[in-house]
């Protein structure tokens, strides 16, 4: 496994369901992001957190919720979801003065709206 | 017009190919300039760096960058069936914490041996 944890690997869940994703990284970086990845799409900046304070929330539909309780940890939390939410919620860690080339990414949680 | 474009493909070579896989920006305030590899079922991991225009080198793998067309260029010697994989190219304006990287959608590459 990578520098950065993802869990859970794959998760289905209907319209109506809360659930939480779960992002922990283990590489003392600074500033964590969620992207969304969808079939033939670029990979979409949904939320960015620098020491531990949000800094860009992509216009990102409120059925979404991030949390950074501390610099080592995000959540997203999801709840009614739409079929349409269904993609690949990949996260991401950087170090300050390396947000270019020091992105590490985790494997990902496989979403399926049904 | 997208501020990155890339063409999805996919691309099909032989064991042995030289690949061009290419990107083009519309943003000119882009210094930072990466290709991340995806394979299938795992998180993108940076491949290649380069800042601002030129070349590098690492092993099989060369990237270009040439600000003045906004364009950009991953090039792979001796491909290998293990190169099978997602490329994706990234740009950033900054380099500090909390910067997004805008992405394209990715090149998918099939080497068959």
Known sequence: ETGVTQTPRHLVMGMTNKKSLKCEQHLGHNAMYWYKQSAKKPLELMFVYSLEERVENNSVPSRFSPECPNSSHLFLHLHTLQPEDSALYLCASSQDGQGGYGYTFGSGTRLTVV | ?113
């Open chain 2, 1 to 113: 017009q997208k501020e990155v474009e890339q063409d999805p493909g996919p691309l099909s070579v032989p064991e042995g190919a030289i690949v061009s896989l290419n990107c083009t920006y519309s943003n000119s305030a882009f210094q930072y300039f990466m290709w991340y590899r995806q394979y299938s079922r795992k998180g993108p991991e940076l491949l290649m760096y380069t800042y601002s225009s030129g070349n590098k080198e690492d092993g099989r793998f060369t990237a270009q960058v040439d600000k003045s067309s906004k364009y950009i260029s991953l090039f792979i010697r001796d491909s290998q069936p293990s190169d099978s994989a997602t490329y994706l190219c990234a740009m950033s304006a900054a380099n500090q914490a909390g910067t997004a990287l805008i992405f394209g959608k990715g090149t998918t590459l099939s080497v068959s041996s």
